[in-house]
């Protein structure tokens, strides 16, 4: 079984510019999460898809970023325009189920590592 | 709010020493906690969690809520035990998690 899997593996952009990170998620799961880690800082959540619906994007740092997950499939990260200050790792990852004490293991991809010069 | 601490940022130990990993919490409610390891090379992985009370790998982590900790144990290191790890908590509704800043684990022949 495939895991998660996200594009690209590394990126570098100019300030200013846009970049799209995408996600794949393992195949009928039906949670998608979106985690970053900046540098010297710790992974942090950044919003929850249960199918299409956004169900927490509490971690959204502000409104240059954008996630979307239509058809409840694979999902989209956007940077526009990308700040000096959003390079680091981001992370995805999936679940079959969600909620506390479910017994359910998320999975993570490897990461998009993303640099903004 | 729900804060983790993994005071220690790296941590050398030589095979077959006894390692302890340390993990503090804060959170009102009734926590979830997990463990995360990450492997050189390699994707973030659930190494165990606390309501499964099993031991992967020869680790174990012991919930404990008087003291908000915990801690990832093992009795002897092995040499592949090498990589970064997270501990993590689960508040809320959903599967958030929140993570602590990670402690590297180098374990010397």
């Known amino acids: 079984e495939a895991g998660v899997t996200q594009f690209p593996s590394h990126s570098v952009i100019e300030k200013g510019q846009t970049v799209t990170l995408r996600c794949d998620p393992i195949?009928?799961?039906?949670?998608l999460y979106w985690y970053r880690r900046v540098m010297g800082k710790e992974i942090k959540f950044l919003l929850h898809?249960?199918?299409?619906?956004?169900?927490?994007e509490s971690g959204m740092p502000n409104n240059r970023f954008l996630a979307e997950r239509t058809g409840g499939t694979y999902s989209t990260l956007k940077v526009q325009p990308a700040e000096l200050e959003d390079s680091g790792v981001y992370f995805c990852a999936s679940s079959q189920r969600s909620g506390r004490f479910s017994g359910n293991t998320i999975y993570f991809g490897e990461g998009s590592w993303l640099t903004v010069v | 709010a729900q804060r983790v601490t993994q005071p220690e940022k790296l941590l050398s130990v030589f095979k077959g020493a006894p390692v302890e990993l340390k993990c503090n919490y804060s959170?009102?409610?009734?926590?979830?906690l997990f463990w995360y390891v990450q492997y050189s090379r390699q994707r973030l992985q659930l190494l165990l969690r606390h309501i499964s009370r099993e031991s992967i790998k020869g680790f174990t982590a012991d919930l404990n809520k008087g003291e908000t900790s915990f801690h990832l144990k093992k009795p002897f290191a092995q040499e592949e035990d090498s990589a970064m790890y997270y501990c993590a908590l689960s508040g809320g509704a959903g599967n958030m998690l929140t993570f602590g800043g990670g402690t590297r684990l180098m374990v010397k022949p």
């Open positions: 195949s009928g799961h039906d949670n």
């Open positions: 898809f249960v199918k299409e619906s956004k169900q927490d």
């Open positions: 959170y009102s409610g009734s926590p979830e």
